[in-house]
């Protein structure tokens, strides 16, 4: 499933639920931070290297090695 893929009346991003009363959606920002999250101002190219950018970031992060080995300690998950 890819967000990125559907059509824009599709979107379940660009508009709140119609009725909603959750102060969560009361504003514009709300819907705005969730578009910018899907990066769709930019190409697939473009998307792709800033995922690997991301991935990448994250592997050598000190707080990524120590959260990997709290879950390990307490789950048992490497």
């Known amino acids: 499933w890819s967000p990125r893929a559907r059509p824009p009346h599709a979107d379940p991003c660009s508009s ?3 009725g909603s009363q959750l102060p969560c959606f009361h504003g514009s920002s709300t819907i705005r931070n969730l578009k ?3 990066h769709m101002n930019m190409t697939e190219e473009q998307l792709q290297l800033l995922i690997e950018q991301l991935v990448d970031g994250s592997m050598r992060s000190i707080t990524t090695k120590l959260y990997d ?3 390990y ?3 048992g998950i490497m």
């Open 16 to 18: 709140p639920p119609a």
């Open 36 to 38: 910018e999250r899907f």
């Open 69 to 71: 080995g709290f879950q």
């Open 73 to 75: 300690l307490t789950n």
